[in-house]
């Protein structure tokens, strides 16, 4: 039996046994045999959930890029590590092999030496999803600098945020970016938002749709020149186990984005791990995750997790739309993909197309489908298992989180039987608990409560960057003891879990995370806007769609409805980015309160649901009478 790739369900419950019957040496047995030490660990876990504090592979030093580039040289140095899939299919793909990458890593990691980027220093990553992303990730690795990733459709606001928050001192971008028939000026929103950050001292500027842009004298320089004069070795820093990889943010309850610090060690060995039981990984694969290299998933599943395994991992720049509704599927036709991992909104809205685009294709080479970042609905899951997967590649519905690091519940394929919304078991060394609102554990099966975690494992974020009180109380706090995920979930008969979505005032929009605080903020301070509450409602491909209700100060009331609409919607586009925007803008009189003032956003959510047969009692509000006036005038 192997810890490290189960193959069946008694295989997997063996495992799992023993994963939790010691955490500690279940995982030790997997880091001592999978990975590259520099200096083995005097101690394996250190962990106290009251404070709290995590470590993991305590004194252990290695570089996590040697344990994703170097070590496979000799082995896998041909062998392609990123396939490059630009977004226009007549651009060629690209194949860039361990050797290669091996070779523009570590002259990246050269250039930002040469500019003076130091062990723990941030750096803010604002890029396309071309190979100098992925590229750029992995040379802040090699020097032991702070990548911090920010999706590069967040607006300039966002990234001002994000850049002031870790105190970036440089970032890297480029002239442009592509997207499906349009192009982005992202060197723009870069510039818009530096005049905001006096931490950032230089810009490099990656080339990729060679159009005039501004370039700052002192501060800002392209990377093609840098590279053409750096060295093609660079010694890795050696790191403490414990030293911060990475930081991404994620939305919050309050406006301020939280900033998840991951480390070194664990990190590796748990999304090493787990992209080779998740995806039941052979080393001919080809796997495909189609997210960006900006989120999560992107980090530990395109880049850090298949590396780390010597695989091929595919990055795709463009859209599933462009230039048709096929063009996933050519991608996969072309390349024999083997693992395909998507969002259930993409699954969504290519299932409304002809299913022409579909069986067009020859997609046998498929072997293993996954889905992240939302729940997938019955329908959804059907259509992704009887037209893309044939009915013979099972589906993986991957339940995890920026703070977790890593799939946290998740079938084995080929091992756990799936059941269409359900992602099913825990991987190995991860103790679920359902929560009861008293804060008591509910045990038993056919069950649901509020999913927490009672153990660490080891890819857990270790704080919010700056903010540790804030980590505490967001995901300690709730439970003693236990991190609590935010989300709702229920346990079925066999011991199946089905995540219900979220319990807090996150919502998931086309698999994102927006938080609602952050949202009404840019909604507030367009001028003729008193106050505001977003909701989700059900939505047929994006999963949830925003609906915000918004009071006008009495200067607004004689403005132009739709114009007014519009207008809110470019706010939010300039503070946040466009996966924000609100679906529905319904203005209101006021918002139903309780007498302490806080918005009873049950009855908003049920209003814009036009699920209003049960709002509950309504009589102790602050305003009873403005629910039916919200009511009457819903959209
Ligand atoms: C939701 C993405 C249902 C959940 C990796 C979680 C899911 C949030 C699933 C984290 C799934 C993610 N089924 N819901 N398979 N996967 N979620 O931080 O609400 O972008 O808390 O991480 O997405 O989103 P995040």
Redesign the pocket.
Same mark, same amino acid.
């Given at each position: 039996m192997s810890n490290y790739h189960i193959k069946n369900l008694e295989e997997y419950y063996q495992v799992y046994r023993k994963s939790v019957r010691n955490p500690q040496s279940f995982w030790e047995e997997i880091a001592e045999e999978h990975f590259l030490w520099r200096k083995r660990w005097d101690k394996v876990l250190d962990w106290d959930f009251e404070k709290p504090s995590i470590k993991w592979f305590e004194g252990a030093k290695l570089n996590i890029t040697e344990n994703c580039i170097d070590r496979h040289l000799h082995i896998r140095g041909n062998k392609t590590a990123i396939l490059f899939e630009p977004n226009d299919p007549k651009e060629e793909t690209q194949h860039i092999t361990y050797r290669q990458l091996y070779e523009r890593v570590c002259k990246f990691a050269n250039v930002l030496k040469e500019k003076g980027v130091k062990k723990g220093d941030r750096v803010c990553i604002y890029l396309p999803m071309i190979p100098e992303l992925a590229i750029s990730v992995l040379a802040c690795a090699r020097i032991g600098a702070i990548h911090s990733v920010v999706f590069a459709g967040f607006s300039s606001t966002a990234l001002a945020t994000r850049i002031n928050d870790c105190e970036a001192k440089m970032v890297i971008t480029s002239d442009g970016s592509y997207r499906g028939a349009k192009t982005i000026d992202l060197k723009g929103i870069v510039d818009d938002a530096l005049e905001h950050c006096p931490c950032v001292e230089t810009v490099l500027v990656v080339k990729r749709i060679n159009v005039e842009i501004n370039m700052k004298e002192g501060r800002d320089q392209w990377l093609q020149p840098l590279l053409d004069n750096a060295y093609q070795d660079c010694d890795p820093e050696i790191m403490d186990a414990e030293d911060p990889l990475f930081i991404l943010y %994620?939305s919050g309850s309050t406006g301020r984005p939280k900033g998840m610090m991951h480390t070194t060690a664990g990190y590796m060995v748990y999304t090493a791990y787990t992209f080779k039981n998740v995806f039941q990984y052979r080393e001919d694969d080809i796997y495909w995750c189609t997210a960006d290299i900006g /989120?999560? %998933?992107g980090h530990s599943y395109i880049v850090y997790g298949p590396l780390a395994n010597g695989a091929t991992t595919v990055m795709f720049e463009g859209v599933p739309s462009y230039p048709d509704f096929g063009r996933f599927w050519d991608i996969v036709q072309k390349h024999k993909i083997t693992q395909f991992y998507t969002a259930p909104t993409a699954i969504r809205a290519l299932a409304k197309e002809n299913l022409d685009y579909v069986t067009n294709h020859d997609l046998s080479s498929l072997k293993v489908l996954g %889905?992240? @970042?939302?729940?997938?609905n019955e329908e959804a899951w059907h259509w992704y298992n009887d037209h893309v997967g044939a009915k013979k590649s099972p589906i993986v519905?991957? /339940? /995890?989180? %920026?703070?977790t690091g890593g799939i946290l519940i998740s079938p084995i394929p080929f091992a756990t039987p799936t059941k269409p919304t359900y992602?099913t078991l825990p991987m190995p060394g991860v103790q679920p608990a359902l929560m009861d609102e008293d804060g008591k554990e509910i045990t038993g099966n056919q069950v649901d409560g509020r999913l927490c975690i009672k153990f660490p494992w080891p890819s857990m974020a270790r704080t919010i960057w700056g903010d540790h009180q804030r980590y505490k109380d967001t995901y300690f706090s709730a439970y003693p003891n236990h991190y609590f995920? @935010?989300?709702g979930a229920l346990r079925d008969e066999v011991g199946y879990y089905r995540?219900t @979505?979220?319990v807090d005032d996150?919502i998931?929009v086309s @698999?994102?995370?927006l938080g609602t605080a952050p949202i009404e903020d840019a909604i507030n301070e367009h001028p003729a806007v008193a106050e505001s509450a977003i909701v989700g409602f059900p939505h047929d491909i994006k999963g949830n769609a925003l609906y915000g209700f918004i009071i006008l100060k009495e200067t607004g009331e004689s403005r132009d409805r739709d114009n007014l609409g519009k207008e809110v919607n470019q706010q939010i586009t300039d503070r946040i980015g466009p996966i924000a925007k609100l679906d529905k803008i319904q203005f209101v009189p006021g918002l139903p309160k309780t007498r302490s003032g806080k918005i009873m956003r049950r009855i908003l959510r049920k209003i814009a649901s036009k699920d209003t047969s049960n709002l509950g009692d309504t009589s102790t509000l602050l305003n009873p009478e403005v629910v039916e006036k919200i009511m009457e005038e819903a959209l």
């Open positions: %994620t /989120w999560i %998933t %889905t992240v @970042g939302e729940p997938i519905d991957t /339940w /995890w989180q %920026t703070e992602a995920t @935010g989300d995540i @979505g979220r996150v998931i @698999g994102h995370n």
